[in-house]
């Protein structure tokens, strides 16, 4: 019986998903939701704080400051919140209003970033707030999870050596990217482990991660509207965009099997069973990691106005399409020949 009495002394983690009943083809989800924060980012927010507090940069006047999508501010609130420290959070318009008032709940300031950059994204625009607002002040002390190694580290002393415990035969692992902090911890333990894994990376199309064009992206997590300092493309074997409209189709797949995902799953869940669905998977060990839930996609990734605005008739009419009894869906049990998850 786990009794804790800071909120993140407790993380899920042990839990998958065998997604063979949705899709046709095994691969497990590792579920990272499971947690008072919400999302994969508690771990790299404990450690960015931890080595922060080692390294003597946070004193009883100092100021949290990060930029973040939503999920990392929530888990920066949560321990800031737990540890008597003052947090702002600069974000953007694509951050979900539940997102945005869960970090006020937890007593955080928000600053939300309305102006597009160069990129077509946020990210720009977001940093130089950050960078002018530690100028004017040396109480804020910004934890930077685009550069800080405690970032990946997170992941590489948790994340990983969860899995590798686990599925001691682990052929191919399937991670999305958005700072690449997950990615990199990731590979750099696999990498160093027993047998050789396959790491896949996961983008969005429009990201500029990986390069490529820049593009309009409406889900948050994902992909990033520059190169991610943290990333080291030699240890990533293989990358995989995938377009938003199936981040939606994935989405809706798992949630008719009563599995609600956040938006960046579905992105890996999408790109993983196309990559699958082109190898062959039946020898193969898979895992997937899914980075939060859905409820704080309800107004966006799971709203209908949201996604006819955005997407257009067709995608709503696929999911509409998709709605039917799937009782012929289960019973055939078959692998999806199309590409489409
Ligand atoms: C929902 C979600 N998925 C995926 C990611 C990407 O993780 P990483 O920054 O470690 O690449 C994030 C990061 O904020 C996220 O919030």
């Given amino acids: 019986m786990p009794v804790i009495t800071a909120p993140h002394a407790f993380n899920e983690g042990q839990l998958y998903v065998d997604l063979r009943p949705t899709f046709g083809r095994s691969l497990f989800l590792k579920c990272e939701g499971f947690n008072f924060a919400g999302s994969i980012k508690l771990k790299a927010a404990i450690e960015m704080v931890e080595a922060a507090e080692r390294d003597g940069l946070l004193t009883e006047d100092s100021v949290l400051v990060e930029s973040s999508s ?3 501010g929530v888990a920066l609130s949560m321990i ?4 008597g420290y003052r947090f702002l959070c600069v974000t953007d318009s694509r951050c979900n209003l539940s997102t945005r008032l869960l970090m006020e709940a937890l007593g955080s300031e928000v600053q939300v970033i309305a102006d597009l950059d160069a990129n077509g994204g946020f990210l720009g ?3 130089d707030y950050v960078r002018a607002l530690c100028a004017s002040d040396d109480r804020y002390v910004w934890l930077s999870q685009y550069t800080n190694p405690g970032n990946w580290g997170a992941h590489y002393r948790k994340t990983a050596p969860e899995i590798a415990q686990q599925f001691p035969r682990l052929d191919v692992l399937f991670v999305g990217a958005g700072t690449t902090g997950t990615l990199m911890g990731c590979a750099r333990y696999f990498r160093e482990w027993h047998r050789p894994v396959r790491i896949v990376a996961v983008d969005t199309v429009g990201s500029v991660a990986f390069g490529g064009e820049p593009g309009r992206r409406m ?4 992909g990033m509207s520059m190169r991610p300092p943290l990333l080291d493309e030699s240890y990533v074997d293989e990358v995989i ?3 938003e409209a199936d981040t939606i189709r994935a989405c809706h797949r798992l949630a008719r099997r009563g599995f609600l995902f956040g938006g960046s799953t579905g992105t890996v869940v999408s790109g993983a069973m196309k990559w ?3 190898h062959d998977e039946r020898d193969l060990t898979a895992v ?6 859905g409820e704080r996609y309800l107004d966006t990734i799971y709203q209908s106005t ?3 605005d955005l997407y257009g008739d067709e995608v709503l009419k696929s999911l509409q399409a998709s709605k039917g009894p799937r009782g012929a869906e289960r019973l055939a049990g078959a692998p999806d020949r199309g590409q489409e998850p």
Avoid: H, M, Q
């Fill in 70 to 72: 939503g999920n990392l």
């Fill in 80 to 83: 800031a919140a737990s540890k």
């Fill in 125 to 127: 625009a977001r940093i």
């Fill in 219 to 222: 889900i948050p997590g994902l």
């Fill in 241 to 243: 965009r995938v377009e």
């Fill in 276 to 278: 699958l669905a082109e």
């Fill in 288 to 293: 997937a990691i899914a980075p939060d839930l």
């Fill in 306 to 308: 949201w996604l006819e």
